[in-house]
């Protein structure tokens, strides 16, 4: 039984460091337990939903996240004010930050993650890749250490053949990231990947990787408790990708075998065994067009895109978090778990995709989601209500479920054009544009998509057509009612507005 193995009373507050959807939605599973929520907000989501949703609710500062969000000295002292014993940080800010984990402990309180050790190890993505040896995990070619002379590190990247990737060891979200084509390149595109991640993370640390030229991001949710079961619930497919970030997925994978599935699922549990993880985290992978697959890293925290890993097997993760955080064991086996249909998210951002995705602030002048069969909407907004500069500029996850992939398909279609956003440009029409795609549908996808398909054009050529659609049926419309006024019976009909896509 692992160290941090502990039974102790079941959470009765919680406190939700975090804001916008997430902070929602873990406090609805908390109420569904019976456990008390407190909310923490900038002064900028003084009026925001996840606010007044909670029991209580604590400003902790201006709005820059650096002064309000990120500040774990705020946090715990958020907690000794209203009572409560627990801290669930979401994902993104605090979430995988090992120091705030260590504050939290030595503070006598309860963190709904990992112990500070295991983030801290799986953090880096040496020590991370150093931890899953221990278990013959399969990994991609190159350096299993930093690199930090040139000319070694130039000669091993020849080695390994190119392409290649110099990647930063503290790194994320594509920063600190060089893909290097040729040998000529490398000494500049080094000295590029250490100045970056020296000023994104403060270190410059990088390592060598082989470039997996058409790879596909597979990630394996896992779940441990403090009495050494872990399982995982099997895959995501994470592929469709703008700036190194997810922007759809989906659960199952189209590509994936039984075989290599319990392999990867295997792979999975022994990464999160070597250094006795608790609580909820994913195991990334990399598929290559051989369906060959290699370990990337461990995310210790929940996934935005965990919704679709709960439609196709039943499992509240957040309920398991804090179950496992108030000492429970799992209720459940590997062998309980099961995947019942399909699963499709589209992060719904704030963005402009005909303008390289930038953010697009704004004020929502409409906003209205969509419902019915299959179809859930985790959000933190309403009409009226302004999109921060401050902060990740994601409104919604727009989530599908269906007895099939196509099934799913076609209701994430249905439920864009149900969803009425003005005001801003968001990522709505390119979810669109992706469930249409012959390439997505026939699952023959990677993570180079939005580069070899998706172009400004893809969009207005679509509002084109949807406008004659709309026009042709205007005209039908207007021609009825023509022939209505010379004494035929006219049928009053408004349904053209419902098949309007809007942005």
Not at 47 to 61: K, P, S, W
Not at 95 to 106: G, I
Not at 302 to 308: A, D, I
């Amino acid at each position: 039984m692992p160290e941090n193995s502990k039974l102790q009373a079941p959470i009765s507050k919680l406190l939700i460091a975090n804001r916008g959807e997430i902070a929602l939605r873990i406090m609805r599973s908390a109420k569904e337990m019976g456990v008390k929520t407190v909310a923490v907000y900038s002064e900028a989501d003084r009026n925001a939903l996840h606010v007044r949703y909670a029991d209580e609710a604590v400003c902790i500062g201006p709005a820059p996240s650096n002064q309000s969000y990120l500040v774990g000295e705020k946090i715990i002292d958020a907690c000794k004010l209203t009572g409560a014993e627990a801290i669930h940080p979401g994902y993104g800010f605090l979430s995988e930050n090992a120091s705030f984990a260590q504050m939290v402990a030595d503070a006598g309180l309860i963190l709904v993650g990992p112990s500070p050790q295991a983030m801290e190890t799986m953090g880096n993505k040496l020590a991370a890749k150093a931890a899953a040896l221990k278990y013959n995990i399969p990994m991609v070619p190159g350096t299993e250490e930093a690199v930090q002379d040139v000319d070694e590190a130039k000669q091993r990247a020849i080695e390994v053949g190119f392409p290649i990737l110099i990647k930063a060891a503290a790194g994320g979200g594509g920063k600190g990231m060089r893909i290097v084509e040729r040998a000529e390149d490398f000494e500049e595109q080094m000295q590029l990947a250490v100045s970056e991640a020296t000023s994104a993370f403060g270190d410059g640390a990088v390592f060598i990787e082989r470039y997996v030229t058409s790879p596909r991001h597979i990630e394996i949710q896992v779940l441990g408790d403090s009495h050494g079961n872990i399982v995982h619930l099997f895959e995501r497919e994470c592929s469709i990708q703008r700036r190194h970030q997810k922007v759809v997925e989906e659960a199952p994978s189209s590509v994936l075998t039984e075989e290599i599935r319990q392999k990867m699922g295997q792979c999975a549990v022994d990464v999160a065994r070597s250094v006795n993880y608790t609580g909820a985290g994913t195991v990334e992978f990399i598929l290559d067009e051989n369906l060959d697959f290699f370990f990337l890293e461990m995310n210790t925290r929940l996934q935005v895109e965990h919704p679709v890993t709960e439609l196709i097997t039943g499992i509240d993760l957040i309920k398991e978090q804090i179950k496992i955080a108030s000492g429970e064991k799992l209720s459940f086996s590997q062998d309980d778990l099961k995947i019942s249909g399909h699963a499709i998210e589209l992060r719904v951002y704030a963005e402009d995709p005909a303008n390289n995705f930038l953010p697009d602030i704004g004020t929502l002048q409409t906003y209205n989601t969509p419902k019915g069969n299959g179809v859930r909407v985790d959000d933190g907004f309403e009409r009226g209500m302004e999109i921060p500069i401050y902060y990740d500029p994601m409104i919604a996850k727009l989530v599908t479920y269906g007895k099939d992939r196509g099934e799913a398909m076609e209701r994430m279609i249905r439920a864009i054009e149900e969803y009425d956003i003005t005001g801003i440009e968001t990522t709505l029409g390119f979810g669109k544009f992706v469930m249409q795609h012959e390439a997505f549908r026939t699952g023959n996808f990677d993570t180079h998509f939005v580069g070899k398909y998706f172009k400004a054009e893809s969009l207005k050529k679509q509002d084109e057509t949807e406008a004659l659609i709309a026009a042709v049926i205007a005209a039908k419309l207007f021609a009825e009612k023509e022939v209505g006024l010379g004494g035929t019976a006219i049928k009053n009909s408004s349904d053209w507005r419902k098949n309007r896509l809007k942005y």
